[in-house]
Nanobody, 121 residues
Framework: QVQLVESGGGLVQAGGSLRLSCAAS????????MGWYRQAPGNQRVLVAL???????NYADSVKGRFTISRDNAKNVVNLQMNSLKPEDTAVYYC???????????????WGQGTQVTVSA
């Protein structure tokens, strides 16, 4: 059974930093893209940052220059370093990964349980 487990959310003042981590575990054959999404109350879930197994990245315009996504392919871990946090970054952050489980022929999307990030003014 493949699962994603997140850690690192919390409460921080504006201008502060937080680091989120997400580890994929289970019987995994391969992992393609890994990323972070966020969902604020009353809003849709949106992409924050994405990293491919080649190392290429995509960022939402709102976080460019402040957030950095990274991954450890050997450990199937993706991290999100969030600096210069703003109150509008407050949301539940979800880890996502495209994973091919062992003995399965295709990739599927997997999601973490979500971790709350709250930035106070």
């Amino acid at each position: 059974q493949v699962q994603l487990v997140e850690s690192g959310g919390g409460l921080v003042q504006a201008g502060g930093s937080l680091r989120l981590s997400c580890a994929a575990s289970g019987s995994i054959a391969s992992v393609n893209a890994m990323g972070w999404y966020r969902q604020a109350p009353g809003n849709q879930r949106v992409l924050v940052a994405l990293i491919f197994n080649s190392g290429g990245t995509n960022y939402a315009d709102s976080v460019k220059g402040r957030f950095t996504i990274s991954r450890d392919n050997a450990k199937n871990v993706v991290n999100l370093q969030m600096n210069s946090l703003k109150p509008e970054d407050t949301a539940v952050y979800y880890c996502n990964a495209q994973i091919r489980p062992s003995f399965v022929s295709r990739l599927s999307d997997y999601w973490g349980q979500g971790t709350q990030v709250t930035v106070s003014a």
